[in-house]
């Protein structure tokens, strides 16, 4: 079945200055961060840590530790199944830019990131507690995250991400805090330690029916591993530079959302468990509202069946059966 799906691209920057627009997905993280009587503090203080991180990790001619800037936009990805409707905002992403003040050079960076939808918030927080109401044990639905996971496929292969972005994306998220990790001698000089674990989490196996792999690295100064989704070579396909820039953002954003987990007080050993109730950790000085977050995600999700999965479940149905990508 041919794929008549049309995808747009739509970027603002995220500084000091962004307020999220109506449209936005209000669960995205850096969202949650641009509101309230301290949006400006929150969002001047989460830039600074990153430029900070960014330099702390990039310190090769960089005696100062001031040399790079980094800055970011959040790329919004709508879709248009119907020319005669209106476009479904089905993903949002972040791309990271690096602005050397030594050579008066603006470096492209990462795209990705951070990933928000509203297709995985339908699915985790609508269709799986459905699914699960009244079963006695935990299961999934059949061929859950596949549609999702056809769709990012698709946006990947459209001519509007070729036109836009010169390399897959990385996204980097928080280590899942139902699995162990275990240290191995391998360590790569910026991504820093590598961990590995004997079984996936579901987010990690949601991610994989995107086409994308997982490696876990706890990078230098760091006190637990990141999980990092990619397509590819991670260590091979990207600079050290745009390796930095994806670390020194997504590390801030987890030290906010998680600082239990990132801005614990001692570093992860040889057998980790991450853990949301660990109690001896440091909290940054920016305001996240986690529980509204979580909230939010249930009322993004019946809002994408309400608009999306419902209205075109035949279309997408067939589209996503038929599709190879």
Same mark, same amino acid.
């Given at each position: ?45 989460? *830039? ?8 702390? *990790? ?14 970011? &936009?959040?790329? @919004? ?47 985790? !927080? ?10 006695? &044990? ?19 292969? !459209? ?16 280590? @899942? !805090? @139902? ?71 997504? &590390? ?74």
């Amino acid at each position: 079945m041919k794929n008549d799906f049309t995808f747009t691209i739509k970027s603002i920057s995220f500084d000091e200055d962004y307020s999220p627009s109506e449209n936005t997905r209000i669960t995205t993280n850096f969202a949650n961060l641009a509101r309230g009587e301290s949006r400006q503090e929150n969002l001047r203080n989460a *830039l600074r840590m990153i430029d900070n991180r960014f330099n702390a *990790l990039a310190h090769w001619d960089n005696p100062n530790g001031d040399r790079y800037s980094v800055e970011l &936009e959040i790329i @919004s990805v709508e879709m248009n199944i119907d020319a005669g409707n209106e476009a479904f905002p089905l993903i949002e992403i972040l791309k990271t830019n690096i602005v050397d003040r030594k050579t008066n050079e603006r470096i492209q960076g990462v795209v990705g990131n951070n990933f928000s939808s509203y297709v995985r918030d339908y699915d985790f !927080s609508v269709l799986l507690p459905e699914h699960n109401r009244n079963r006695p &044990e935990f299961s999934t639905p059949e061929n859950f995250g596949e549609l999702h996971g056809n769709l990012f496929k698709g946006f990947l292969n !459209s001519e509007a991400y070729k036109e836009n972005f010169h390399k897959p994306p990385i996204i980097c998220l928080s280590a @899942s !805090s @139902s699995k162990t990790y275990h240290r191995t001698d391998n360590q790569h000089p910026i991504l820093g330690v590598e961990y590995h674990q004997n079984e996936f989490s579901p987010t990690d196996q949601y991610f994989k029916k995107m086409g994308l792999q997982v490696r876990y690295f706890m990078p230098p100064n760091s006190v637990a591993p990141l999980a990092f989704y990619f397509l590819g070579d991670l260590l091979g396909d990207y600079t050290n530079l745009e390796l930095i820039s994806t670390i020194s953002t997504m &590390e801030t954003f987890q030290k906010i959302y998680r600082p239990e987990i990132y801005n614990a007080n001692s570093v992860a050993g040889t057998c980790y468990q991450p853990n949301l109730k660990h109690s001896d950790y440091s909290l940054t000085r920016i305001v996240y509202d986690r529980e509204e977050r979580s909230r939010l995600a249930v009322e993004q999700g019946k809002f994408a069946e309400e608009h999306f999965i419902k209205p075109y479940k035949t279309i997408l149905d067939q589209w996503s059966a038929n599709c190879v990508l």
